[in-house]
């Protein structure tokens, strides 16, 4: 079993930045890729970006590209989401989540293939 917790959400005016933070416990060897996807009340679940718990391999969702950056430390077992120029429609609840699928890209775009969730950090972009 892997446990996730992320944090790092808050209020923040356009234009400015906020980092979340995912941190793995359990079996975390077993974790093929992370990603962060976020879901506004009344919306889907999307993507947001990706990152590969083995190869410096990332993917943004064009929404978030140039804006956000994915990264991780993996001394720390913790992965990062360096939001930058938020905009208002970037408010969201904001998830981490973990798989151990081994795919090609695109597969971590969809949230089915996740395995494991975090309980999600608020992040709010006023004007």
């Known amino acids: 079993q892997v446990h996730l917790v992320d944090s790092g959400g808050g209020m923040v005016q356009a234009g400015g930045s906020l980092r979340l933070s995912c941190v793995a416990t359990g079996r975390t060897n077993n974790i093929f890729v992370v990603g962060w996807f976020r879901q506004a009340p009344g919306e889907e679940r999307d993507f947001v970006a990706m990152?590969?718990?083995?190869?410096?391999?990332?993917e943004y969702a064009d929404s978030v590209a140039g804006r956000f950056t994915i990264s991780k430390d993996n001394d720390k077992n913790t992965v990062y989401l360096q939001m930058d120029s938020l905009k208002l429609e970037d408010t969201a609840r904001y998830y981490c989540?973990?798989?151990?699928?081994?795919?090609?890209?695109?597969?971590?775009?969809?949230?089915?293939?996740?395995?494991?969730w975090g309980q999600g950090t608020q992040v709010t972009v006023s004007s």
């Open positions: 989540a973990a798989t151990k699928i081994a795919g090609v890209p695109s597969t971590y775009y969809d949230h089915a293939n996740y395995d494991y």
């Open positions: 990152i590969s718990g083995s190869t410096d391999l990332t």
